[in-house]
């Protein structure tokens, strides 16, 4: 049986502290309890920054004004194979929050651990680390 295929956008949205606002994965969800950089999968048709404007307003409140692809990311596991686009979101309108009842907050770059976030991301942390 072919595995599923899923793309994704995500947002690395990182103040002029250097600070980054991550989400916790709720219970009952795919990888719940890992932290997340906020995003979704995309819709059929759409580009990546399209389903992440898209999704971090649905998730987080947050109108992206500036964004720029950072790295992407493929990754299988047993079920399904994801292909993530992880953007840095320089500038928004609002101040984000865990709009859907998700935790949030925000984390110092430097201080993010990336064994709090699911496997995919976790070159993704080390990245913005090193």
Do not use: C
Not at 4 to 27: C, M, S, V, Y
Request: hydrophobic content about 40%; cysteine-free; proline content about 4%.
């Amino acid at each position: 049986m072919e595995k599923k295929h899923l793309h994704i956008a995500a947002g690395i949205i990182r103040n002029a502290q250097q600070q980054i606002f991550i989400t916790e994965r709720p219970d009952g969800t795919h990888m719940a309890g890992f932290w997340e950089f906020p995003g979704g999968k995309l819709e059929k048709g759409e580009e990546a920054e399209e389903a992440l404007v898209r999704e971090l307003e649905e998730e987080v409140g947050i109108i992206v004004t500036e964004s720029q692809l950072f790295h992407r990311v493929d990754h299988e596991f047993d079920d399904r194979f994801i292909t993530l686009y992880f953007f840095i979101v320089s500038n928004w309108d609002n101040e984000p929050y865990g709009k859907e009842g998700q935790k949030s907050r925000w984390i110092e770059q430097k201080d993010l651990v990336a064994n709090e976030f699911p496997p995919a991301n976790r070159v993704i942390v080390d990245m913005l680390t090193k």
